[in-house]
């Protein structure tokens, strides 16, 4: 298995991945907006031979009390049903951090599974006094630091692309 950036020609089959994975349209259409209306993004594929079998992707979100920290969301992960539970997600949670950091992003947030994302580091954007934009419980919304103690003296809403609201 190979992780790398997304390409040219890859959006048809990271869309298969997507509703595949989610049993629904519904992510697979928000990859393809976010594609087309945000910067910068981080979209990582797993490929085994020439099969595209897992996908993830981080947009831009803004913090409202300061909207010039460079922070990124992870939405949607997806990993074909028949891969799943084989290390193919993890790797690309941990690819696609480092690659972030890389970008010199500040931190990721991540509204997930609280019994999965804390093994990459994250932890309830509650305990650094963030809360999501959406109504969701808070051990769901949760913040992976990239730089330490960025959020020292900061807190406040953390806003998604304006293409979440559509979906």
């Known amino acids: 298995m190979v992780i790398r950036e997304e390409r040219q020609g890859d959006a048809e089959r990271i869309r298969g991945v997507n509703v595949a994975a989610f049993e629904r349209s519904t992510e ?6 976010l594609r087309r209306q945000a910067t910068p993004l981080v979209s990582l594929v797993a490929e085994e031979e020439v099969n595209v079998i ?9 913090l409202a009390s300061d909207p010039g920290l460079i922070l990124m969301g ?29 970008l010199d992003v500040a931190a990721v947030v991540v509204l997930g599974h609280p019994e ?37 003296g900061l ?11 559509d979906f």
């Open 116 to 152: 999965y994302y804390p093994r990459f580091g994250f932890v309830p954007a509650v305990r650094l006094s963030l809360r999501s934009e959406y109504d969701v419980p808070d051990e769901a919304f949760m913040v992976r630091e990239l730089r330490e103690r960025v959020f020292k």
């Open 54 to 62: 897992g996908h993830i992707l981080f947009s831009p979100v803004t």
């Open 28 to 33: 697979a259409d928000l990859v393809d907006a």
């Open 155 to 165: 807190s406040g809403m953390i806003r998604y692309h304006p293409v979440f609201r």
């Open 74 to 102: 992870l939405a949607p992960m997806a990993v074909l049903p028949s891969r799943q539970r084989q290390g193919v997600g993890s790797t690309l949670v941990h690819d696609g951090l480092e690659r972030c950091r890389q």
